[in-house]
């Protein structure tokens, strides 16, 4: 039977082996990244690790959901500077969402690693993948309810294509090493000022 811990060691633990993984994802990626090797350094058994997550790929998935919530409030702030400023720039938000992930390690371990991005989508249910899409989803979603709620947007945009635009570029910035890092990049501005306009005038 393995030890009890205390619901203070549950979350320091915890806390522990998101750290640590981060380091190990980053330096050896998910696929290769070992659980012996995270437990040890984290100072538990091996067996104990399904105690706190389902699998490694669920692991990484909670950190990828940290770095969103890190991003959202970031977000969150702009909507609410523009709302004082009574500007609305959607472009900023954008832009300034994806050098958010830039700045995220596992993230673009991710990005820069097109093996991995594979290796993650075989690991991971369709309901998990589906789960994720409607999270980003939900952002999408409030920024867009502030924006209507504070500025005058087209009745004729869809937010499905929003969100689908949002699919596309995120891709876009996956496979950035072989499109090019400079082409990517300008892929982004372009895609975001596409969307700026759409929601504003319902034309693409």
């Given amino acids: 039977m393995g030890k009890a811990f205390t619901k203070k060691e549950v979350e320091e633990i915890r806390e522990n082996i998101i750290v640590e993984a981060e380091r190990i994802f980053i330096e050896k990626g998910l696929k290769k990244a070992g659980l012996q090797e995270l437990t040890s350094s984290v100072g538990i058994a091996l067996g104990s690790f399904y105690r706190f997550f389902e699998s490694k790929e669920a692991l990484f998935l909670e950190l990828i959901d940290r770095y969103n919530s890190e991003i959202f409030k970031i977000q969150k702030e702009m909507i609410e500077n523009q709302i004082k400023v009574k500007k609305f720039d959607f472009v900023a938000i954008i832009m300034t969402t994806f050098a958010c992930y830039k700045e995220k390690p596992a993230y673009m371990m991710l990005f820069e690693r097109n093996e991995e991005y594979d290796y993650l989508l075989s690991k991971?249910?369709?309901?998990?993948?589906?789960?994720?899409?409607?999270?980003?989803?939900?952002?999408?979603?409030?920024?867009?309810?502030?924006?209507?709620?504070?500025?005058?947007?087209?009745?004729?945009?869809?937010?499905?294509?929003?969100?689908?635009?949002?699919?596309?570029?995120?891709?876009?910035?996956?496979?950035?090493?072989?499109?090019?890092?400079?082409?990517?990049?300008?892929?982004?501005?372009?895609?975001?000022?596409?969307?700026?306009?759409?929601?504003?005038?319902?034309?693409?």
Avoid: C
Wanted: no cysteine.
């Fill in 124 to 204: 991971t249910s369709n309901e998990k993948i589906k789960e994720n899409i409607n999270k980003d989803k939900a952002v999408t979603n409030y920024i867009l309810d502030e924006a209507e709620k504070h500025w005058k947007l087209s009745p004729n945009y869809s937010r499905e294509v929003v969100n689908g635009i949002f699919q596309y570029m995120f891709i876009g910035l996956v496979n950035r090493n072989i499109i090019g890092v400079d082409v990517v990049n300008e892929v982004l501005k372009t895609n975001a000022k596409i969307i700026a306009k759409y929601v504003e005038t319902g034309i693409l």
